[in-house]
């Protein structure tokens, strides 16, 4: 079992960036492979970037790539998000995720691939 707690998002103008941080409760957080994904209003749950169970394999969403960057911590149990340039279409409820994987070098793009969930931080970017 693992609990996944996100930090707190908050409201950011358009251009600025913003770290997001989930801190993975027990000892075996380098057992998981860790995502983040996204939900604005009104649209579906999309998928933000992956990283594998070392951190040494990573991947983000095409339209994100070189704006957005996953990285961890495993000695903190924490795994990060850094968003830049921050657009207004950025706004959205963002999740960390959490699948037990095999494969120190496997990453995830699918929700439905993994097992547990934050609650959840909201991010505004205003224009």
């Known amino acids: ?3 996944l707690v996100e930090s707190r998002g908050g409201l950011v103008q358009a251009g600025g ?4 941080s989930c801190a993975a409760s027990g000892r ?12 604005a209003a009104g649209k579906e749950r999309e998928f933000v970037a992956a990283i594998s169970r070392s ?6 969403a095409p339209s994100l ?7 961890r911590d ?5 795994v990060y998000l850094q ?12 999740y960390c995720a959490a699948k037990m994987a095999t494969y120190l070098s496997g990453y995830y793009s ?10 959840g931080t909201p991010v505004t970017v205003s224009s």
């Open 1 to 3: 079992q693992v609990q």
């Open 17 to 20: 960036s913003l770290r997001l």
């Open 28 to 39: 075996t957080f380098s057992m998981y492979a860790m995502g983040w994904f996204r939900q």
């Open 55 to 60: 951190g040494g394999t990573t991947y983000c």
């Open 65 to 71: 790539k070189g704006r957005f960057t996953i990285s």
């Open 74 to 78: 495993n000695g903190k149990n924490t």
């Open 83 to 94: 968003m830049n340039s921050l657009k207004p279409e950025d706004s959205a409820v963002y």
């Open 110 to 119: 699918g929700g439905h691939e993994y097992d547990y969930w934050g609650q």
